[in-house]
């Protein structure tokens, strides 16, 4: 007998969900999106929720053993001092096809000048303006996790050219060219479109800085679909105002949301998604967890698996 | 020896590429963007050129066999009277990828929300809500060719679920049902997005008109990639004010340019694209002409052959 615990803003979601599955031996203790009716008389080995909600529970939960994260950025439970004696599992694989839409979405409306045609429109000119196409372009994956492949995928499917700069994986098929430590710049170099999926580790903080906007044509795109840590915001709203590169579309950033006299919201070319790229299927996530409940119960190894040493 | 015309407001693109391949016994008789430098002394048997160009020297060209089109839309060679003694082939591979590039881009812009987040951070305004996904959302191809096919593919990859209406093909593995004569309702009936991929024939004229579109759902999309006289334009507008159906985006259109007093502009959720979805990339053409070329010379069938009878 297992028993869970819910622990989101979505948990009501996760409720419907999982009593129409009906799941053997899983008894729910308690779900709720409020960390504080968790108290240590609930009986817990299985927890399913959101990072930032569980982080003030997880001393609360001596029996803990599996924790199945609904986001894919887990960095707040990576906090030294915290307890790392469960196993636990991110929503990788989710997020890949959601946030290639973003990716493609903004490059698209870019190349495609919908904003441009869109205000012609508006005054009532014919804009037959040759457009631009994603076809033979280079786009730049720093970081190729499972969204990183997916984004590559797309890339492929499009007739781009893939680069992946990584710490030493290059196993996805779809990249044409991998990259490694030392090489950054050669990576950069002639990008079309640079597409940060890093993780938000310390060792990944800040790589986005301003010599790797230097590097970058000034036609170039950023896309920043990792966390927000990893970029450095200064240098980016410098490379935008000097030109440097041709737009940035950011989603995360240090500060959520962004403080009114933020001067990211006049920054020339700059597209402010508002944390919107990848947005929670909790069906989806209800099936990553059934998989990984099945493999839990028989002992088998669960999918998308934290390593505590890495950050992610 | 063959000898060959190209007539193409493109014609220095394609001039220069066919000097690099140095095909063998192939001859330039002329290139130009010009029907009237087109005279019965030039020999030709090969043509290359734009259609709205060729129509005017066809009976020009006696000796003329093969004519390779740099359009898709062949419409204007079709008209009664003219000549039809010849193979001509058409520029269908091509445009599958761009197109594609065509409706996802305006398919993410709205379900992304794109234009909607950029109006409210040029009011500092932190954007929030839920984006849409093109995630298990059923789109529908009206008609699926080769641009049809290659919609279908890009649709497989984001999770869509595809329904396709041809007259009597079924043989596209990206289209999850197929429907036929007299299952129009049915096939319209649920779809979140309609992408006309019709082309202009006798048949086709105004098959999308206002049962259509009052069959389809209020949130519905309809996109038109294929001939502007597939489409009920009146209809379309009718729709649109009335809130029928949520969005609709052009590009070919009965007259063009739009003039300035027309009442698209005007009409709300219509995107305008101005006759741009697919630009032509000569050297994309040019390769096709290769290939074709080469099975010319061994009399081998030629691709894309376009048939007179029905009309592409």
Not at 207 to 222: F, G, I
Not at 235 to 263: C, G, K, M, N, W
Request: net charge negative.
């Amino acid at each position: 007998l297992h028993n869970l615990i819910i622990l989101s803003k979505n948990f009501n979601d996760y409720i419907n969900w999982l009593v129409v599955k009906n799941l053997p031996d899983l008894v729910i203790s308690e779900a709720t999106a409020s960390p504080s009716e968790i108290n240590p008389s609930l009986p817990c080995d299985i927890l399913l929720g959101d990072p930032t909600l569980v982080v003030e529970v997880l001393h609360l939960l001596p029996g803990l053993r599996w924790y199945q994260s609904t986001w894919a950025g887990v960095e707040v439970l990576m906090r030294p001092g915290l307890r790392r004696d469960y196993l636990m599992t991110n929503a990788r694989g989710v997020f890949g096809p959601l946030m290639s839409e973003f990716v493609f979405g903004y490059l698209l409306f870019i190349e495609r000048r919908i904003l441009e045609r869109y205000q012609d429109q508006n005054n009532h000119l014919w804009n037959g303006k040759v457009t631009g196409s994603l076809r033979n372009k280079k786009l730049g994956l720093l970081g190729v996790g499972s969204i990183g492949a997916y984004i590559a995928s797309t890339a492929r499917h499009f007739g781009m050219q893939v680069k992946g700069y990584t710490k030493t994986s290059s196993s996805c098929v779809d990249v044409d060219e991998y990259f490694h430590e030392g090489e950054l710049r050669k990576f950069i170099t002639g990008l079309d479109y640079l597409v940060n999926c890093l993780p938000g580790t310390d060792e990944t903080k800040g790589l986005v800085d301003a010599s790797v906007l230097s590097w970058l044509p000034a036609h170039s795109v950023l896309i920043n679909v990792g966390r927000g840590s990893s970029l450095d915001e200064q240098a980016v709203s410098e490379a935008l105002f000097a030109r440097q590169i041709a737009y940035a579309i950011l989603d995360v950033f240090e500060t959520e949301p962004l403080p009114f006299d933020h001067s990211f919201w006049n920054t020339p070319n700059l597209y402010i998604t508002s944390h919107t790229a990848a947005p929670s299927f909790p069906s989806e996530l209800a099936e990553l967890f059934l998989e990984n409940y099945q493999s839990f119960c028989d002992q088998r190894p669960l999918k998308y698996l934290v390593d505590f040493n890495k950050g992610y």
